[in-house]
């Protein structure tokens, strides 16, 4: 069983811009994150590919309308948090606040959401008390790997239950030998999409289930010369700004995968989850 998942975030929010929060808005975005967004639900419309599509708030609030397309292609929704703030800079309450207005943006619109993931797999020690609190029954932010931001070797792909009995399903990577392979993302990007074919396939037949993921600001230009406010240009370094446009857009990509992988969303895959590899 393999899961499409979609972040559903804008260009706007990527740590490697360094956009202050204040400025992180609609206006900036100037409608990506919609359409790009609206492309994909074509796609998996095209090919019956069921996803998640774990939400910020914050573009639930720009674009009702987008959150009620998800909604009504049968897609499940989760949630991202209402900004894209690490969970490293959040506290426990600021978390806690971020997590129920998202959620009661979501309800507002006949949602109410199972899943999390959080920005940049950001990880924190209050992370699932939070969500145990507000009625989120599983989690996507560990990707076992060595990041900047926490070390997810501990961890494999297969599903376990975690604190507070928070079922987690990591993303997924294939190990071998001491080589960490992730797929999905930037890693969808750079490997090129025959190579997270195998990978995908080859990590489901070895745990059973395998997790893709990327972005919409992934399947669409970002626009090059960014300003902010009183004409404030945004210049990452050279090797970020390499980061941050490599291989995008990258829809061909998703398109290879859809074409032939019948995936399911987490919603979709709970029951087996809960039978076959949590016992």
Excluded at 87 to 105: Q, V
Excluded at 165 to 181: A, D, F, M, N, T
Excluded at 243 to 269: D, W
């Amino acid at each position: 069983m393999i899961l499409m998942s979609v972040d559903v975030e804008s260009w706007v929010h990527r740590p490697v811009f360094n956009i202050p929060l204040t400025e992180q808005t609609k206006e900036l975005d100037c409608g990506h994150v919609l359409r790009s967004t609206r492309i994909i639900l074509e796609l998996f419309k095209k090919y019956r590919t069921k996803a998640t599509f774990f939400v910020l708030g914050t573009v639930a609030e720009w674009y009702p309308e987008l959150i009620k397309d998800i909604k009504n292609e049968g897609h499940e929704i989760g949630i991202h948090g209402y900004t894209h703030t690490r969970l490293t800079n959040h506290t426990r309450e600021s978390f806690d606040e971020e997590i129920k207005k998202t959620l009661s943006i979501l309800n507002g619109m006949g949602i109410n959401p199972r899943g999390y993931r959080a920005p940049a797999f950001s990880r924190a020690d209050f992370l699932y008390e939070i969500l145990n609190r507000n009625g989120i029954t599983y989690d996507s932010s560990i990707i076992p790997i060595k990041t900047p931001l926490y070390d997810g070797t501990s961890y494999d792909c297969r599903p376990f239950i975690i604190d507070r009995g928070i079922v987690e399903i990591p993303c997924s990577i294939l190990k071998i030998s001491k080589l960490r392979i992730p797929v999905g993302g930037f890693y969808l990007r750079l490997l090129g999409s025959r190579m997270n074919y195998i990978l995908v396939k080859k990590i489901e037949k070895k745990y059973g289930i395998a997790v893709m993921y990327f972005h919409p600001w992934e399947i669409l230009e970002i626009p090059n010369n960014i300003y902010l406010e009183k004409d404030k240009k945004i210049k990452p370094a050279f090797l970020k700004k390499r980061f941050a446009y490599y291989k995008i857009p990258m829809l061909k990509n998703v398109q290879y995968l859809v074409e032939r992988i019948n995936f399911t969303n987490f919603e979709g895959a709970r029951a087996y989850i809960d039978k076959t590899i949590l016992g």
